[in-house]
């Protein structure tokens, strides 16, 4: 009995020992103290001289670049269009353009000999509307026989316009008298191309003659809606890059 008592005293000085000698650090109030600036800084003092020497940077938040004018007018701007820059003389053709459509533009827009500027079929063409050739000497087959008719490319008719061209034999084209308002566009043309023609230079609303994607470019480039609220797919894609359909853009100048 004597020897048990000896032995539960040795234990307890021995645990008195250790407690007495350990640190005491109280518990926080809460986990906001645990993370206080206060413990922070009592973690560095503890840490020595070389930690309190470092400096530690503060982080640095990017400004958000602003956002000056309209972002409708950034995306949908005639201006963007490379076409109708060139056909308004705001860049020369070798900026605007390359291949074939440079070489209408410099042949209408710059005056350049159309045998310079192009080949094929496009020379000869460009020879009858711009240089007052006949049709029987710059063209052969089927392109000759439209010509004697009085029916051009759209594609010449459009540059012959931009360069303020009169296009002769123009009386006998029903697409001419319409373009000109010399006939309605209803005893003129059928299918799309009456529609075309009624929304551009008779005023009429695109929602009403016009359907699909026509309808869309119309609504943009008439009546001045987005891109995005009047075009899906490629056609919007085309249409925030300033890039639109060749019948419109005729059409467009027409109603000019």
Known sequence: MKTKTIVF???AVTAG???WTRPHNAPPSDFRDAVSDNSFDA???SAGAEASAVSVPEPKIKPFPAVTGSRTEKVFSRHS??????CRGGSSCSMAFDGRERGFCEAYKEDKSCFMALDGADRGWCQVMKEGKSCFMALDGADRDLCEKGRFPRKHMFWARCANISLPHGQ?????QACHGEKSCFTSLNGPERGLCEAYTEGKSCFMVLDGADRGWCQVMKEGKSCSMSLDGEDRDRCEKGYYPGNHLFWEHCGK
């Open 9 to 11: 005293a040795l234990i």
């Open 17 to 19: 020992v250790f407690a």
């Open 43 to 45: 973690l560095k003092n």
């Open 81 to 86: 269009n490379p076409v109708m820059e060139a």
């Open 172 to 176: 006998s084209d029903p697409l001419m």
